[in-house]
Every structure is written in structure tokens, then in C-alpha cells.
């Protein structure tokens, strides 16, 4: 018993201390620095080409035939029972080398979800009702739809993350989908523009100038793939995300801590896909 409880104190206190950080990071504006920037558009160039790569394919098309055995075996039996299989990634150059970004963090997530019983063409039509998304998803306050040509998607996001410290974003990206082939869709969204919401639901509530924020949310990519099988739709995202860094002195607390909130975000993004399809 007194195990439990001094696990428990020391969870607190861990708790605490991890609050006090975040609220003093968070409190303080960080600049989004050219070299950040240019950092993340070598990061999504690089994951770009290997994504064109293995969509170009005709054998293979889903993230998961493309995982070493082991891994792929674990994911399709988690998702065969009606979890979310979530995977860290990182993409390196041609060389094989790590990225650095200076001033900055990428979060790059995998994840997937297996729609039992339900055609791709009902769950891609189910991801593109933009103007209903705030229904679906937790993390959605509001959602438009402000342009369509064709397969190209111009939507309005009002996003809400909290966790500790509770954020607030004003949205817009540019979704473009692809059809690879019979039962195969893909599509690339790019986040156009993010500003930070001051005082949130409040009279005064205004936009905070871009990369003088609290830099929580800097860039957003997200790339899907969907195909149909034989028990289903397996649906799939790749979720890549730049932040600030954090200060030397409290990465070692902060920095896994920043990193879970993508990957939470991106699993509750997945799970009422199937929670309102699911045959």
C-alpha cells in the first residue's frame, strides 16, 4: 500500500513541476527564426518524395506494407480488434541522415484504424464533411468549407488542444486528394495558415502575429491513405507538426511531454472515424 501511495505523490509532484514549466514556456513568446523554417521545408520535401515513392507503386500503397514484419504484424492485429495503432516516425535525408531543426521540434506520428464492413468511398465521403467536422471531432470548435475545385479542399479549422495549458487556433489548409487506383484514395493536407487565438471567447479575443506566438503550433502536414479490403476500409495518417523548442534546462521534463500531445491529437482523430461508420 505505501508503494502505491508514494508512487502516487511522486506522479503529483512530477505533475506539478511539469505544470509550473509549461505555464512559464508557454508564457513567453517564441520566434519562428528563418533557419526553423527552413529546416521544416527540407523535413517535408524529404517525407513528401518517399511518400510519392511509395504511392508510385502498385504492389504496396498502405504505410503498413512498408514496415518491417514485426512491426506490421503488431499493428494489423491492434487494429483488427478496434484499436488505433500508433507508431513514431522520422524522416531522414538521402543520405540517411537526421534532420536537425535548430529553434524547433518536429512531431511525426503514424497512425491507423481498420472501418469493418464499410466501403472507402463512404469513409473518404465521411472525412471530406468539412462543414460538419466540429460534430466529430473533440478537438474541433468550428469547421468550413471555403473552397472546392474538384479533388482540391480549401477548409476552415477552429482547434482547441488542452492539456495542462489550453490552446486555441484559427485554421486554414489546402486538402488534395488522389485516386490511386480501384479501392485506393490518398490525400496531402497542407496547413496554409495558423495564428493563435489570444483570449479566446472573450470580447477582446484577437489573432496573434504568425511565429510571435507561444509557437506550440507552427507548421501542420497530414497525410492519408485509405483502401478497402476484404473486412473493411483500413484508414491511415501521418500527422508531422513543428513547435518550439523548449528551454536546455527543462527538455528533459517538457520535451516527451510535447511530443504526446500530436500523437493524442492525431488518435482522437482517428477513433470517430470508426466510431460513426463502424457496420
Known amino acids: 500500500m505505501w508503494r502505491l501511495v508514494y508512487?502516487?505523490?511522486?506522479?503529483?509532484?512530477?505533475?506539478?513541476?511539469?505544470?509550473?514549466?509549461?505555464?512559464?514556456?508557454?508564457a513567453r513568446a517564441a520566434d519562428l527564426r528563418p533557419e526553423t523554417v527552413s529546416a521544416w521545408d527540407s523535413y517535408v520535401a524529404f517525407t513528401d518524395a518517399r511518400i510519392q515513392r511509395e504511392l508510385g507503386g502498385r504492389e504496396k500503397f498502405l504505410v503498413l506494407d512498408f514496415l518491417p514484419v514485426t512491426e506490421?504484424?503488431?499493428?494489423?492485429?491492434?487494429?483488427?480488434?478496434?484499436?488505433?495503432?500508433?507508431?513514431k516516425r522520422k524522416t531522414v535525408d538521402d543520405e540517411g541522415k537526421t534532420i536537425p531543426v535548430p529553434h524547433g521540434m518536429i512531431h511525426h506520428w503514424y497512425a491507423s484504424i481498420l472501418v469493418p464492413g464499410v466501403s472507402v468511398e463512404k469513409v473518404v465521403r465521411f472525412v471530406q464533411a468539412y462543414d460538419r467536422a466540429e460534430e466529430y471531432y473533440e478537438e474541433v470548435e468550428d469547421s468550413r468549407l471555403l473552397s472546392r475545385?474538384?479533388?482540391?479542399?480549401?477548409?476552415?479549422?477552429?482547434?482547441?488542444?488542452?492539456?495542462?495549458?489550453?490552446?486555441?487556433?484559427?485554421?486554414?489548409?489546402?486538402?488534395?486528394?488522389?485516386?490511386?487506383?480501384?479501392?485506393?484514395?490518398?490525400s496531402r493536407s497542407i496547413a496554409t495558415r495558423i495564428r493563435e487565438i489570444a483570449n479566446a471567447g472573450e470580447p477582446d479575443e484577437a489573432e496573434k502575429r504568425p511565429g510571435q506566438d507561444r509557437g506550440?503550433?507552427?507548421?501542420?502536414?497530414?497525410?492519408?491513405?485509405?483502401?478497402?479490403?476484404?473486412?473493411?476500409t483500413v484508414v491511415e495518417c501521418e500527422s508531422i507538426?513543428?513547435?518550439?523548442?523548449?528551454?536546455?534546462?527543462?527538455?528533459w521534463l517538457v520535451r516527451n511531454f510535447l511530443d504526446s500531445v500530436p500523437k493524442e491529437s492525431l488518435e482522437s482523430t482517428l477513433i470517430p472515424i470508426r466510431k460513426n461508420l463502424a457496420e
Open 241 to 251: 507538426i513543428l513547435s518550439r523548442d523548449v528551454p536546455a534546462a527543462a527538455r
Open 72 to 87: 506490421r504484424a503488431e499493428c494489423e492485429k491492434r487494429i483488427r480488434k478496434g484499436e488505433v495503432c500508433i507508431l
Open 216 to 232: 506550440f503550433l507552427w507548421g501542420l502536414r497530414s497525410y492519408w491513405r485509405f483502401e478497402q479490403t476484404e473486412e473493411g
Open 149 to 186: 475545385r474538384g479533388d482540391v479542399f480549401e477548409i476552415f479549422l477552429r482547434l482547441k488542444r488542452k492539456k495542462i495549458i489550453t490552446v486555441y487556433y484559427n485554421t486554414e489548409h489546402e486538402v488534395t486528394y488522389r485516386r490511386n487506383g480501384r479501392g485506393r484514395v490518398s
Open 7 to 26: 508512487r502516487l505523490r511522486v506522479r503529483v509532484r512530477i505533475g506539478v513541476v511539469l505544470g509550473f514549466v509549461l505555464w512559464s514556456v508557454g
